[in-house]
């Protein structure tokens, strides 16, 4: 029985440490008697041998997150995380725990992240500057990618804009949303100097793009080249240079591909509050 309950134990340990990704830093939280602006929020580190394999990291799902009185401490609408170099801290969300609560548990998954050419979590694009508002995603993904240069948008400006809403306001609901973010790139072209038009490049994404992470540019060595300013409104990004743009600067989209992310359980047991 001893030799039974010593293997029991051991397989136990095993589990807690391949699911144990992360490490409490702090934790700050606030229980009045209004509970207007209350809330618990943990600040958290990942570690372990494997993270030196993976890039990125976030908290990818809370699955139960309750105090030691029961209560639920979920949001109704969590806000997800965005992904954090793995040498960074991030952070957690709750709500407010009851009032006589001790401490609280989490359990969740975290998802790590290392982009490669060869998992699909990088796509290069090259040659963009001649294909403006034509797709320029790869063939069969789920997202949409379009360059526009100045005269693609100045000629899409000559239409006079109330007819220009008329038409995106029939459009199918899928495609709603593209054509309004590239209206709304038209309309912002009043707000440049000829100047700084020469150095901004504008894009829009559509479809399924939530698996789109972010924009980056690389001239043809592959050296990265960052803007000096980056907006976004919706699907829709402009990027703003201190030169002009090359022509052969390629565009690297990181994306959150299935073969680039990792989903592995984490558990925070017996977290004392503040």
Same mark, same amino acid.
């Given at each position: 029985m001893k030799i039974v309950l010593f293997y029991l134990s051991f397989f136990m340990a095993i589990i807690n440490?391949?699911?144990?990704?992360?490490?409490?830093?702090?934790? &700050?939280e606030t229980r009045s008697m209004s509970g207007t602006w209350d809330f618990c929020k943990l600040e958290v580190q990942l570690y372990g041998d494997e993270v030196r394999n993976y890039t990125y990291y976030r908290i990818g799902e809370i699955?139960?997150?309750?105090?030691?009185?029961?209560?639920?401490?979920?949001? &109704?609408t969590p806000s997800l995380s965005e992904y954090k170099p793995v040498n960074e801290h991030?952070?957690?969300?709750?709500?407010?725990?009851?009032?006589?609560?001790?401490?609280?548990?989490?359990?969740?998954?975290?998802?790590?992240?290392?982009?490669?050419?060869?998992?699909?979590?990088?796509v290069k694009i090259s040659g963009y500057r001649t294909?403006?508002?034509?797709?320029?995603?790869?063939?069969g993904a789920a997202y949409s990618v379009y360059y526009f240069d100045q005269a693609t948008l100045?000629?899409?400006?000559?239409?006079?804009?109330?007819?220009?809403? &008329?038409?995106?306001?029939?459009?199918p609901e899928k495609d709603r949303s593209l054509a309004s973010n590239i209206n709304g790139l038209v309309n912002s072209l009043s707000y440049y100097n000829a100047d700084d038009l020469t150095k901004t490049l504008?894009?829009?994404?559509?479809?399924?793009?939530?698996?789109?992470?972010?924009? &980056?540019?690389?001239?043809?060595?592959?050296k990265k080249i960052s803007p000096v300013s980056t907006s976004s409104?919706?699907?829709?990004?402009?990027?703003?240079?201190?030169?002009?743009?090359?022509?052969g600067m390629k565009v690297v989209l990181n994306i959150e591909s299935f073969k680039a992310v990792k989903s592995v359980p984490f558990s925070l047991r017996n977290i004392d509050l503040p």
């Open positions: 440490l391949s699911a144990q990704k992360l490490n409490l830093v702090n934790i &700050e699955i139960s997150a309750k105090d030691n009185k029961g209560l639920n401490l979920i949001p &109704e991030t952070t957690i969300q709750l709500l407010k725990t009851a009032r006589s609560a001790t401490t609280l548990s989490i359990d969740g998954m975290i998802n790590l992240y290392k982009p490669t050419e060869a998992n699909g979590g990088i294909k403006p508002d034509i797709n320029l995603a790869p063939k100045r000629k899409k400006s000559e239409v006079d804009y109330m007819k220009r809403q &008329e038409v995106i306001d029939n459009l504008f894009f829009v994404i559509g479809g399924e793009y939530t698996s789109i992470l972010g924009f &980056e540019f690389e001239d043809a060595k592959g409104t919706g699907g829709a990004y402009t990027f703003y240079f201190e030169q002009q743009p090359d022509p």
